[in-house]
């Protein structure tokens, strides 16, 4: 038990008078004023992102075991709210948080989910969300058509048509990628003579009826690891999820696909696999590249193969015809999923999944006799979860209040500051950008000027001329020195995360000019329209002094690595008048 | 285009502004209070449950296939949004509406609310939540040791433990039953030599390798429709999950059970099935009764299986001593699922699966390079979402504002609601009530008291007396006369579903004291704190006067079946001194 906390004597009075009553608003009221100057407060704060206290320190703080047992006054729980949580809590709003997808938020999206809970509809049944139903299933009409660019008259027919779904609102986008494979899962495996489906009989006997010994899903090495974990679930196995190499853009190789398919599918002479599904990406979590959908499409269809375009991140490109492009041939897919809470800048958390065909997700459509009834029209009776909120409110608005204009300027200050960073990056010398990203994201990492031109240098060292040995040594130098910045790259990473005034995020790819070896990267995701370039300056500068100063434990281990390839190695401050990073 | 809307010049800088900016709260503040003011005149409007729009009508407000291009002041939208949705969405929290467990809420979860969404915490990750994260297991902390009462070392040790989780906060309760049987999948398919596992290798492999024909999960035919789409999900398939009958108390048969078992475990000679779930139900969703939890905990362990409990409905009702009775051997399942927005009388959605051993969840880890690493602390490394909102503080400060003995005052209300409900039908005469809940969910029908005397009086014929023609005879009739009354029922919902004043749910069920008849019943949730005396009394009166109305309809086939084997029925009436309904 806490101390200090003052204790309220309950009464079912009491208690009635916190549910929502017509003739007690005042309260409500006050409160909610004081709750909006305590979020504009916390935006205001000039604190770290994460806040200075420590895991340990929150450890401490969260550890009651046991649940409380007298009341306590909301204006006291709303105080340790602001206190023990919002004070701890991420910025994620920051301008000088650009590492993750979560970013700032337009404030009339708290205005929508204050409207969302106070009527509190659950979107599984008509009896409980009756306009919402047809909110829902317009919002889809509208994502539909923006993906697939159907005829009018099958959005006319199909917008508000209950017998059918051209879509799912899900509570994120892995639960919108587990639906799409499992339809794709269900549509390789329907039912036939002596076979129920895998629906009713299960991957076993779906496996076995056919004549198969495994099914699998074709994505790239850039895939989300939601695709694997709904292989997993669905009972389809992880290992049975092949991933195809990459090429230097991050995008599939389209002939290794072409090579892979003919060594599962029985039909060209390859092992007795079905292949549940090709999944393309648009664009990668990781780079923000975007596959060549229209290549995998083609490939898909040729084979009778389900294709899924995971379109989380960069779906909402879609909306600016500058961006269309890139995605040639989305409008073919089979399935696509979007993130709301991501390009469409809504809260956490709401994602959508799309078929072409309005048939498909009448393949896991089910019923029972106390909702969602067979003839109901029921958004339930086609998703996965089952109480669901009206989280769709909160996209269909901002498509009002944004307008498809308005999310075009919001793109094209994201591209602006992409290649804004890159500048930035450039400008300072001692950094390395890595990716060439279509979506606003840009990996890169720290390297010394000098260490970066030396490497430069070994790597424009020409395989042909000179003795092999030579050019074993340096290429195992180049090896050597990448596995030593990549240590530093974590440790950097740390570094700045304890200094906490900016925030990028870190990961691993083996993608970039070092292939196939692996490099340590820094990530930024830059989609936080209050990030302007005085923001981008201060957290490269930033990087770079911390940077610097962490990299005098690791020069001399940088030394010896050259000294031992050392006397011949031409630097390329002696060529004549470049900079290593522009001859690349 | 829709005419008559004011389009907005749109511009970065507009753009930029909607954003949570330190320097403009006030058309924030200013919004939020208009908000308030609409959410409180909602509530207070007399107008019917479900608005008097038709569906046909809603179709023609939300029939815009495409999405908007230009802007829209933030004004015209929520006035748009006031118009066409508020006025148009369900009232759930009226204490007119007992038909879901969708109810009133209290007005601090708009708060709370407001909160979740002005922080945007994405709980995956600790880089996107840092506090959140710490709130989330402290929550499931609570939870855990409400249902299985570990020691305090245990709670002490794993309460902040990064390494494992105690459970996960879902979307929803179908997707806690989802993981909890994906996690007895995996637990029935552990890797071993030459197998690894049916995560890696998916279910054929699983069950090939280990010679069994299917996987299967028990469950009562008051199973939640859930677990069969969670069998579909998981690749175990919908046909394997085998129901078991229930007992007049709409509780699974233990015997069935046993018997069940028998027949498909090879090691007790049945067929080559894997039992891989027992699911006990604590309340069901139909009829508000719980399984006997302790009697299917023995069965299940005794026979190495793992034992889920779906308390999605009735879970929080532990928080209450004199309910826990109700549950013994809850202590003892392996995994528990339950429901926020039910009894926590939280806002949709949020649900928790809580596993009894703090190493079950890391049976489903997994990990990714640029988030949830695999050293990390991050609870998305445990859950089948990804992104995740930061729900878990609507439980958490709703635990605290209301406390043990808030709720425990609540759900005594909601017991004498629920008795309060079944005396005034009865009262009435024209109602025949058909479960006995433990939990709040009365089930019942609308006859005309002398139709259900001539009913009764029929049923109470001894069965060996008489002639056996006769007999049969009688017991056809019940059965057609239910059947007529099945139809009355559902013509009597539709009623009151367009009269709109009041609202009940229906369902059909085989387990009332016609079985194995099918009767279709209406259906109360008798949760709402609003709904006092008056309201119940207000609800049945109109359901009776539309009965009646109703009825004149259908007297006629009544009569005509009770002339068929009319002139020896015995009438109740002529009993001395009772009503049918005193006597059963």
């Known amino acids: 038990m806490q101390r200090g906390i003052k204790r309220v004597k309950s009464s079912f009075e009491y208690l009635r008078k916190l549910f929502i ?12 004023r004081e709750l909006l100057e305590m979020i504009h407060d916390f935006f205001q704060e000039k604190t770290g992102i994460h806040s200075s206290i420590t895991l340990p320190e929150l450890s401490n703080i969260f550890n009651q075991t046991s649940l409380p047992d007298s009341p306590q006054l909301i204006k006291d729980v709303l ?85 059918i779904a051209l879509g799912n609102i899900t509570s994120d986008g892995s639960v919108g990628n587990l639906t799409a494979l499992f339809v794709a899962r269900e549509k390789a495996f329907p039912p036939d003579e002596g076979f129920m489906g895998v629906r009713a009989s299960g991957m076993h006997e779906a496996l076995r009826h056919h004549g198969y010994t495994r099914g699998v899903v074709l994505v790239s090495t850039r895939g989300h690891y939601s695709i694997r974990k709904a292989a997993n679930i669905l009972g389809i196995g992880e290992e049975n999820v092949v991933t195809i190499a990459v090429d230097s853009g991050n995008r599939m190789d389209t002939k290794k696909l072409k090579k892979k398919i003919k060594t599962l599918d029985p039909r060209l002479g390859g092992e007795n696999a079905k292949i549940i599904a090709i999944v393309g990406i648009a664009g990668t979590t990781e780079t923000g590249n975007i596959d060549r959908l229209d290549v995998l499409e083609e490939i898909a269809h040729e084979a009778g193969i389900h294709f899924h375009v995971d379109a989380c991140w960069g779906g909402p490109a879609l909306l600016v015809d500058e961006y269309r492009g890139f995605f040639k041939g989305i409008e073919k897919a089979d399935s696509v999923t979007i993130d709301a809470h991501k390009l469409f800048y809504c809260p956490m958390s709401m994602g959508m999944v799309l078929f072409r065909s309005e048939k498909d997700l009448n393949t896991i459509r089910h019923s029972s006799q106390y909702i969602i009834r067979r003839n109901s029209v029921d958004t339930g009776r086609f998703t996965l979860e089952g109480s669901r909120p009206f989280a769709c ?78 050019r074993k040594a340096v290429e195992k130098t180049i090896v050597k020195v990448n596995r030593l910045i990549n240590a530093f790259t974590v440790k950097l990473h740390k570094a700045l995360r304890r200094d906490d005034s900016t925030f990028v995020s870190r990961t691993t790819l083996e993608s970039t000019r070092y292939r196939p070896q692996q490099i340590v990267v820094l990530r930024a995701v830059l989609i936080n329209p209050l990030t302007t370039k005085k923001f981008l300056e201060q957290i490269v500068a930033t990087q770079n002094r911390i940077a610097l100063q962490l990299w005098q434990d690791f020069r001399p281990a940088y030394e010896r690595m050259v000294e031992e390839v050392g006397g011949v190695i031409p630097s390329t401050r002696e060529l004549p008048g470049a900079k290593a990073a522009h001859l690349l």
């Open 393 to 470: 409110l909160k996209p269909w608005a901002s498509l009002k209040i944004i307008g498809r204009e308005g999310y075009g300027l919001l793109f094209k200050q994201a591209r602006r500051n992409t290649d804004l960073l890159k500048k930035v990056l450039e400008g300072f010398g001692n950094f390395e950008c890595l990716n060439n990203p279509e979506l606003f994201i840009l990996t890169y990492r720290f390297i010394p000027e000098d260490v970066k031109e030396r490497l430069y240098g070994w790597k424009r060292e020409p395989a042909g001329s000179g003795d092999k040995k030579r």
């Open 79 to 163: 105080s340790e709210i602001k206190t023990k949580i919002i004070d701890h809590s991420v910025k994620v709003g920051s301008p000088y948080y650009i590492g993750h997808m979560t970013s700032a938020i337009p404030y009339f999206m708290i205005l929508l989910e204050m409207i969302i809970a106070a009527l509190n509809q659950n979107q599984v049944k008509i009896e409980t969300a009756k306009a919402s139903s047809f909110v829902e299933r317009e919002l889809l009409a509208w994502m539909h058509r923006l993906v697939f660019n159907r005829r009018d008259a099958f959005y006319e027919r199909h917008i508000q048509n209950p017998r």
């Open 21 to 32: 009553m017509p003739d007690s608003p005042d309260k409500f009221i006050e409160f909610g």
